[in-house]
Nanobody, 121 residues
């Protein structure tokens, strides 16, 4: 069983910053990448940022200048630093982990419960 525990969401003023964290735990799962999606009300879920265990990163192109994703592979934890937050960033942010089940050899994706980011004065 793989569990993803997110933290760091909350209320922030426009122009402020937040740092999201996501820690993966469990056995029989080899992680190859972790990242963050977000979903605002009435909108589709979109990829915000991702990082592979080799350190390659991917960002939502329109937001790249305001985002930094980092990882601690030893702790199976990733971090998303978000700066200059605006109303359009308000959404539920979901952590995911992609990898291989060591039990079946099949690729798997696992998701966290989501953490709310609210941008308001």
């Amino acid at each position: 069983q793989v569990q993803l525990v997110e933290s760091g969401g909350g209320l922030v003023q426009p122009g402020g910053s937040l740092r999201l964290s996501c820690a993966a735990s469990g056995s029989l799962f080899s992680i190859s990448a972790m990242g963050w999606y977000r979903q605002a009300p009435g909108k589709q879920r979109e990829l915000v940022a991702a990082v592979t265990t080799s350190g390659s990163t991917t960002y939502l192109a329109s937001e790249k200048s305001r985002l930094t994703i980092s990882s601690n592979n030893a702790k199976n934890t990733i971090y998303l630093q978000m700066n200059s937050l605006k109303a359009a960033d308000e959404a539920v942010y979901y952590c995911y982990a992609h990898g291989i089940s060591l039990a079946t050899g099949n690729p798997e994706d696992h998701w966290g419960q989501g953490t709310q980011v609210t941008v308001s004065s």
